[in-house]
């Protein structure tokens, strides 16, 4: 399997682009986005602007943005 193409066709994005909770981009907000913050993805609901995601127990878990920002997030699993 070659994924030589696969890397190139996506342009690497500066940290700042990529990194959230440093003030520096704000957390997406198009309905299913999906963040990463402490090896947990949290999706983005609807209207009601809160992310979805589990604890390490597997738990349900809800953040409001400013949780997720105070946490640190990402838009890559590894932070």
Do not use: F, I
Not at 11 to 21: F, I, L, S, T, Y
Request: charged share 30%.
């Amino acid at each position: 399997m070659n994924t030589t193409k696969e890397a190139e066709s996506e342009p690497a994005k500066p940290v700042a682009a990529r990194v959230g909770g440093d003030g520096a981009t704000a957390l997406p907000t198009t309905p299913c986005s999906v963040v990463w913050s402490k090896g947990h993805a949290y999706v983005l609901e609807g209207a009601q602007g809160r992310w979805v995601g589990v604890d390490d127990r597997g738990r349900p878990r809800a953040l409001s943005g400013d949780e997720l920002r105070r946490r640190g997030w990402s838009r890559s699993r590894t932070n």
